[in-house]
Every structure is written in structure tokens, then in C-alpha cells.
């Protein structure tokens, strides 16, 4: 097509703007590097103006995403075995989005009583705002407990295993099948599980969520989430629900994630391997009442564990010896390689109280002493189990001097 006007003819501010179009591919068709072409664009060129509104399936709009998120997507849905992947701007929003794809006015939801605190919020709050009633059951409750409690608005089970901050397991393949064979849709925040180590859709539960955030990013850096379907009509209501409220994650942040997700079964084993390490150390420390990880033999939820999961991450949490709270600060601000910090799945080692955010409903939590949550990052579990026994002699101290 030839140009209508030669650039000496355009003013210097139309010159300015045009004057960096994108270059042309210079790599022969045969040549191709190694990562996706980051893109940032909201507008995509077409062609000509019948492509404008029939690409055959090419986006047209930067807000669907283009060649980065396709990528991290292609990647997260061969992980997951999923038939579709949408990515949300952090892990709350994908538990967010899976929750508004599932549930309409009028349904109710029942929920593990140990979700992730945001998605309580979330259920009490924005979803009851809009007619969806959440009841929750008991961390641990068994599948014939929860099918117990299944009532005609009954719509979706909101699971999460191990629960966060107090790890306890349910059967979720047992609950998957009973539910859906009474058409009811399952949901699971498998943050813990990495998308590798647990696959809950080949468990058959319909809708699987992730907090990108924390091992797939793997360096504390980006936030993101992912909700994996396998089923053909939880698909189309996921791409529905992306167009409708117009939700998008941006390409820069894909591009970290996937550089993540290259390493994600390295790191995790390597973070397993220093976790059961340091885990096991801790059940001999006086201090040390019990460690809640389903990983060690002596967990309640053992066997849960070792007939569905590959392997185990580095979060757990450690049940000490009663004390007073001051003695759990005094635990906490002696440690030097733990940082103090919420999130998880970083090289980092980091260590928090959990007993000012436990929240229970449906059965109240019986912690016989305060509790504390440990992520083992990549440093050596040497040094991390000398941190440890350093921060166990000031809580030590500061019992004894309460006494
Ligand atoms: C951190 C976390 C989330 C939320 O992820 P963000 O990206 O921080 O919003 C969801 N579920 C679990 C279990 C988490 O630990």
C-alpha cells in the first residue's frame, strides 16, 4: 500500500510518534528465541477491517492477553492437566474469580472453617452481599460429614487442603466424587500443593486455584493467580466471567512468572527436603510441643498425604509449649535468617505467629499452646536449625521469667 505522504511532510509531532514503529521480524522463520516476546500493548493492529471483528480466535485487545500470557498459560494448564487457565492479578483474586464462576444469587456454599482468612472474608462479605450464603464445616470434617450438611441451594464445597496456618487434611478425592455425583461443584486453593506436588483436577475436583504468588514466582517479587478447569461448560464460564469484568494481569509480570515456573520442581524439592529436615529437628526440642506438617509420620493426616501427594513444601506450622505471648515475640525477634513476614514460597526463610488470625466458626480451634508458622526457604537447614534453637532459647528465657 503506498504511503500518502512522505515523512518530510508530516508535522514533527505525528513525525515523533511514528518515528519508532516496531521493526520487523529480523530472525529467519527458522530462528526463535528462547522466552516469548514480551508485548505491552492495550491496542492491537489489524490487518484490515474485516480482522477487526473476525481474527479466527487472534486477540484483538491487549486486555485477553497476548504472546507472555499465553505462554505462562500454555505452561500452568500442562501443569494442572487443565483444558483451560485463566490468570488473575493475585491469588485472593483468582479464589475471587473461581468462587463468582461457580456460584449465582441464591446458591449457598460450604466452606472448609480453615481457608485462607481472605477467602472467609470474601464469603462473608461480598459474596453475601450478593445472595450467596456460605456455611462453614470443621477443618477436618470427613466426606460423609460434609454430605451431611448438603442442602437443596447447595452449589459448590470450597476446600482447602491443608488448611492454611493449621494444616489439617480432608479426603479430597472421597469429597469430589460424593459431590459431584449429586451435582455439586468443588473448588480447592492448592496454594500448599504448588500445582505439583497435589493435581486436583485428575482428583476430580472441577475447579483449581493457585497463588501464583508464592512457589511459582518463587522470589517474593510479583503477585498472581491462576483457576485451572478441566470440564467443557466451567470453561466457557470462566472465559465469560474474564470478558465481563474485564480483569487482566499484565505481560511484564507473566514474563517473571514464567521465568519462575522454569524452576518450580527444583526448588520445591529442595525446599521440601530442608523442611522435613528442620521439621523433624523441631519434634526433639524441648520447647517444641508439635509441628503440624502431614508430611511427618506422626500427623494425624499422614496418610491423606502420602496416598495423594508427591512430596511436601517448605510451610508448616510449630505448636510450642504453652506460653505467654510475650514469649512468642521474644521466639520471633531473636531469630536473623527467619524474616518476619506474611506470604510464603520465596528462596527466603520467614516465620510468623499465627494465633492473632486463626478464625473458627464451625468447631473451635484447640491449640494446647501458641502456634507459630515457618517457611524454609533455600538457605542451609544447618544454619536455618541454628536460628531456630537461638530464638527456642530466648522463648525459653522469657518463660522462665514470667514464672
Ligand atoms: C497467599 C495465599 C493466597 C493469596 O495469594 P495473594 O497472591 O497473596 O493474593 C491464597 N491462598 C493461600 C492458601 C495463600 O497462602
Redesign the pocket.
Known amino acids: 500500500m503506498a504511503k500518502p505522504t512522505s515523512r518530510a511532510d508530516l508535522s514533527e509531532a505525528t513525525r515523533l510518534l511514528h518515528g519508532a514503529e516496531t521493526p520487523a521480524q529480523k530472525l529467519g522463520v527458522e530462528a526463535r528465541v528462547v522466552n516469548p516476546p514480551l508485548q505491552r500493548a492495550s491496542t492491537v493492529l489489524m490487518p484490515n477491517a474485516a480482522s477487526l471483528y473476525a481474527s479466527g480466535g487472534a486477540p484483538t485487545y491487549g486486555r485477553l492477553g497476548l504472546g507472555v500470557q499465553a505462554a505462562l498459560e500454555g505452561a500452568l494448564a500442562e501443569l494442572e492437566g487443565a483444558s483451560h487457565l485463566a490468570l488473575f492479578?493475585?491469588?485472593?483474586?483468582?479464589?475471587t474469580g473461581a468462587l463468582l464462576a461457580a456460584l449465582s444469587a441464591g446458591d449457598e456454599l460450604l466452606a472448609a472453617d480453615g481457608?485462607?482468612r481472605?477467602?472467609r472474608r470474601l464469603c462473608d462479605g461480598t459474596l453475601a452481599r450478593f445472595g450467596v450464603t456460605t456455611r462453614f464445616y470443621p477443618a477436618r470434617a470427613t466426606v460423609d460429614e460434609i454430605m451431611a450438611l448438603v442442602g437443596p441451594q447447595t452449589r459448590a464445597i470450597m476446600l482447602?487442603s491443608p488448611a492454611?496456618l493449621t494444616f489439617e487434611m480432608q479426603d479430597v478425592p472421597a469429597i469430589a466424587a460424593a459431590a459431584r455425583a449429586k451435582g455439586i461443584l468443588t473448588l480447592i486453593?492448592n496454594?500448599?500443593g504448588a500445582g505439583l506436588l497435589f493435581k486436583p483436577l485428575a482428583a476430580g475436583v472441577d475447579f483449581s486455584?493457585?497463588?501464583?504468588?508464592?512457589y511459582v514466582s518463587g522470589a517474593s517479587d510479583v503477585?498472581?493467580?491462576s483457576v485451572a478447569v478441566r470440564r467443557p461448560p466451567l470453561a466457557k464460564a470462566l472465559q465469560t466471567l474474564m470478558l465481563e469484568t474485564g480483569w487482566a494481569v499484565s505481560p511484564d509480570d507473566c514474563y517473571t512468572m514464567l521465568r519462575g515456573l522454569r524452576t518450580l520442581p527444583l526448588r520445591l524439592r529442595q525446599h521440601g527436603e530442608s523442611a522435613l529436615i528442620v521439621a523433624q529437628w523441631l519434634q526433639t526440642q524441648p520447647e517444641v510441643q508439635r509441628v503440624l506438617c502431614p508430611a511427618l509420620p506422626s500427623s494425624e493426616d499422614h496418610a491423606i498425604w502420602k496416598r495423594d501427594y508427591s512430596g511436601v513444601c517448605g510451610?508448616f506450622g510449630v505448636m510450642l509449649q504453652p506460653a505467654p505471648p510475650k514469649a512468642v515475640e521474644a521466639f520471633l525477634d531473636a531469630l536473623s535468617l527467619f524474616g518476619l513476614g506474611?506470604?510464603?514460597?520465596g528462596f527466603e526463610s520467614l516465620a510468623i505467629h499465627c494465633d492473632p488470625q486463626i478464625q473458627r466458626t464451625a468447631k473451635p480451634w484447640l491449640g494446647l499452646g501458641p502456634l507459630v508458622r515457618l517457611h524454609i526457604g533455600l538457605e542451609s537447614p544447618d544454619d536455618l536449625m541454628a536460628d531456630l534453637r537461638r530464638g527456642l532459647d530466648a522463648f525459653a528465657q522469657a518463660c522462665e521469667g514470667e514464672a
Not at 492479578?89 to 479464589?95: C, F, I, K, R, T
Not at 486455584?209 to 508464592?214: D, M, N
Open positions: 492479578s493475585s491469588g485472593a483474586a483468582a479464589v481457608v485462607y481472605p477467602t482447602e492454611s486453593d496454594t500448599w486455584i493457585q497463588a501464583l504468588t508464592k503477585f498472581m493467580g510451610l506474611f506470604s510464603w514460597g
